[in-house]
């Protein structure tokens, strides 16, 4: 089970920490994700992780800007975001599939968290 948490209203270059803790985790060959959609818009891929390496990927969108990360003890996913934008105003959901690389299609997630909303004023 996913929960995910840290959204909320933020201006314009500020900055939130989103976090996701994944209950009842035991398997490291896992991958997790963050996704976002925004109203009217399909779901999009932002970041992702192999849980067993740290290996990461990031949308282009979110390069530089955005950086994801885990906490083994704690069975915790976060996700850094800075310099935000309006244009990051979103749901966003994380993520878990067993595998280990990090796709950026939702099709290959099984395992969704309720999404938290980050709304970014200009």
């Known amino acids: 089970q996913l929960q995910a948490s840290g959204g909320g209203l933020v201006q314009a270059g500020g900055s939130l920490r989103l976090s996701c803790v994944a209950s009842?985790?035991?398997?490291?060959?896992?991958?997790m994700a963050w996704f976002r959609q925004a109203p009217g818009k399909e779901r999009e891929f932002v970041a992702g992780?192999?849980?067993?390496?740290?290996?990461?990927g990031y949308a282009n969108s979110v390069k530089g800007r955005f950086t994801i990360s885990k906490d083994s003890a704690k069975n915790t996913v976060y996700l850094q975001m800075n310099s935000l934008k309006p244009e990051d105003t979103a749901v966003y959901y994380c993520?878990?599939?067993?595998?280990?690389?990090?796709?950026?299609?939702?099709?290959?997630?099984?395992?969704w968290g309720q999404g938290t909303l980050v709304t970014v004023s200009s």
């Open positions: 993520a878990l599939s067993e595998g280990s690389t990090v796709h950026t299609t939702a099709d290959w997630y099984n395992n």
């Open positions: 009842g985790r035991t398997n490291n060959n896992i991958r």
């Open positions: 992780i192999r849980w067993s390496g740290g290996n990461t």
